[in-house]
Each structure stands twice: as C-alpha cells, then as structure tokens.
Nanobody, 123 residues
Framework: QLQASGGGLVQAGGSLRLSCAAS????????MGWFRQTPGKEREFVAV?????????SNADSVKGRFIISRNNAKNMVYLQMNSLIPEDAAIYYC?????????????????WGQGTQVTVSS
C-alpha cells in the first residue's frame, strides 16, 4: 500500500528526490514519515509530516537544512527531497504512515510501511 521509489547512486553533494506512492486507502488523513536503515542498525527517523497538508514537519538533526519532506494529498504522494548528500546518508529509505497524533520519530508508532528504496552516496 506504500511504495517508495527514487533511490539510486549519487555523488556526495548531490541530490535525490524520493517518492512514496500510497494506494489501497486514503492516506491523506495520516501522518507520513520517512525512515532509513543500514545493515546492523535500527531503523532511524528521518522526517515526518502531519496530515493537514503539511502544516507541521519535523526532521532529524542529522538532516536538518538538507532534507525536505512534503506531500500531495490529491495524488496520495509523499516526497523527500534530499540535498547535499553525504556518504552517511546511504541507507534503505522507507516511508510509513500512522493515524494522526503528535508528530512521532518512533518507528513503532507507525502502522503501515512500504518497501524501501536504496540510496547510495559515493564520496
């Protein structure tokens, strides 16, 4: 029901735009988040956007000023614009959805998960 795409190989300093397509239900009333994971590590919070047309967003400290989360409820899409990428950003990126509440950076709060998309950053 959630499908992430847009990953790939990029040089350090470059940009990528990830997309998350929702289907099967109307996710416009859900808070949407992006998480990332590298082998041997727990899933890490990246960004979240609340359901009300992106009125509130929150980003992890490690990506503040570089990543921007946005959504288009009419298209049932969520995006993650990633700029100034660094090798430490390399991971599998997942989008997730949860019923609206306080913005959460805890992966266990999310009800729906998509398949990830791989981001590789070369130095």
């Amino acid at each position: 029901q959630l499908q992430a795409s847009g990953g790939g190989l990029v040089q350090a300093g470059g940009s990528l735009r990830l997309s998350c397509a929702a289907s099967g239900r109307d996710f416009s009333n859900y808070d949407m988040g992006w998480f990332r994971q590298t082998p041997g590590k727990e899933r890490e919070f990246v960004a979240v956007i609340n359901w009300w047309i992106g009125r509130r967003t929150s980003n992890a400290d490690s990506v503040k000023g570089r990543f921007i989360i946005s959504r288009n409820n009419a298209k049932n899409m969520v995006y993650l614009q990633m700029n100034s990428l660094i090798p430490e950003d390399a991971a599998i990126y997942y989008c997730a959805a949860r019923t609206p509440s306080r913005l959460s950076d805890d992966a266990t709060d999310y009800d729906y998960w998509g398949q990830g998309t791989q981001v590789t950053v070369s130095s």
